[in-house]
Every structure is written in structure tokens, then in C-alpha cells.
């Protein structure tokens, strides 16, 4: 069964900087290609940023400058750096992943993460 585990999130002041990480369970599937999104109060879940299977990067235009998504194969981890942190980042955040079977390459599927909190007071 597949399993993400995201963490980072926490309440920070304005200004702070946070480092999400999402990552699979165990070791059975590899990280092909991973977004990050933001689903804040009251509102549909939003695109936030992406890290392609060549590492390649696409951002929505509102994360451009603060966010930075990036992955470390060895860890088989995808992060996403957020500084300078404003109130309208508050937001439970989740990882969608494509995971392959890291033993024959087969793509497996996309899956989403439990999502974590993140919440930015002024």
C-alpha cells in the first residue's frame, strides 16, 4: 500500500521561512515526478508548484520569488522551501506524487498526501 509522509508545516510568525518535505513510506517506490499545493480556508485546493522527471520546475505566478520546490533522489524526497511567509500562505499543503516500483520502473501511479498545516500569523 502506498503511504506519503509529509511534514514541515507548523504556526510561524510573517517573515519566517518553512521547508515541507513529503516523502513514501519504506522504499518500494521511487518519486518520479511531484506538485506541490495549497488548499487555504475555505477555498479549492490551488497549484502551487512542480518538479518534473528531469528536474525541470514550473511555479504558479503567486509562488514565483518565495517558493522553491526541489527534490533529493538519495532521500527520494520532494521539499518545498517557502520563505518570507505572509498570512495568505496559511493553508494545509499537500504533495501529489507519481511513484514508480523502484525495483522494475513500472509507474505505479499519482498519489496525494495526507497534507500538512501551515499557518502564518501577522
Known amino acids: 500500500q502506498v503511504q506519503l509522509v509529509e511534514s514541515g508545516g507548523g504556526l510561524v510568525q510573517a517573515g519566517e521561512s518553512l521547508r515541507l518535505s513529503c516523502a513514501p513510506s519504506g522504499s518500494a517506490f521511487t518519486i518520479n515526478a511531484a506538485g506541490w499545493y495549497r488548499q487555504s480556508p475555505g477555498k479549492q485546493r490551488d497549484f502551487v508548484a512542480a518538479v518534473n522527471t528531469d528536474d525541470t520546475t514550473n511555479y504558479a505566478d503567486s509562488a514565483k520569488g518565495r517558493f522553491t520546490i526541489s527534490r533529493d533522489s538519495a532521500k527520494n524526497t520532494v521539499y518545498l522551501q517557502i520563505d518570507s511567509l505572509e498570512p495568505q500562505d496559511t493553508g494545509v499543503y499537500y504533495c501529489?506524487?507519481?511513484?514508480?516500483?523502484?525495483?522494475?520502473?513500472?509507474?505505479?501511479?499519482?498519489?496525494w498526501g495526507p497534507g500538512t498545516q501551515v499557518t502564518v500569523s501577522s
Open positions: 501529489n506524487v507519481e511513484l514508480s516500483d523502484s525495483l522494475t520502473g513500472y509507474v505505479r501511479g499519482v498519489y
